[in-house]
């Protein structure tokens, strides 16, 4: 949809439950959407190329992405959409046999662009990551939109963690499970 920009990091984003609330019933998508996306995405910009990948199939992706109006939006641009055809099967002695989102199919198509060091996925169930686990942070799962919208922030305190990781040189060393602790830290050493 659009190439890689130079010097960007990647940023990789599920659909359901993450940016979208599949299951609740509404009038429109847009009832349905994460609260702040498009400050979120607007912001993720600036510093990483946006991708998103769904386990569903691409005609409900670009269907979702569309309603949501993300696909047309003019503040921001998806470089690419992957659906559940790029998921691989693989068995875990904890979850069994499990679909999995392994970013290698990325980072093997522009291999000169994207690599361990410079990508995060965002996404609301951790076994999507079993492959790439130090790539992958688990967002909070977005519910029942018509009660949750008013408190769901998650999005908003997302946007500082990405603002602040994007400075970095090299992501391999982080550990995203602690990203609300990162950004408490960074804040109380900027105060003191």
């Known amino acids: 949809m659009q190439p890689p920009r130079p010097n960007k990091k990647l940023l990789v984003l599920d659909v359901d439950y993450t940016l979208f609330d599949h299951k609740s019933c509404a009038e429109s998508g847009q009832e349905l959407m994460r609260p702040f996306l498009h400050e979120f995405l607007t912001d993720a910009y600036t510093h990483y190329d946006i991708a998103i990948w769904s386990a569903t199939s691409m005609k409900w992706i670009e269907a979702k992405m569309k309603e949501l109006g993300v696909t047309t939006h003019h503040s921001y641009k ?6 559940s055809a790029a998921m691989i099967t693989v068995f875990t002695p ?21 690599g361990p060091g410079n990508t995060i996925m965002l996404d609301d169930i951790r076994r999507n990551f079993l ?6 942070l688990k967002i909070k799962p977005f519910m029942k939109a018509h009660v949750t919208r008013e408190s769901d922030r998650e999005l908003v305190k997302l946007s500082k963690y ?7 040189d090299d992501f391999t060393s982080l550990n995203h499970k602690h990203w609300e602790r990162y950004c408490a830290k960074e804040e109380e050493e900027q105060n003191e």
């Open 162 to 168: 990405l603002l602040k990781i994007a400075q970095l």
């Open 94 to 114: 904890k979850y069994g046999v499990v679909e999995v989102k392994p970013l290698g199919v990325i980072w093997g198509k522009f291999p000169d662009v994207y």
């Open 131 to 136: 492959m790439n686990p130090q790539n992958g």
């Open 78 to 83: 998806v470089s690419f959409m992957l659906d």
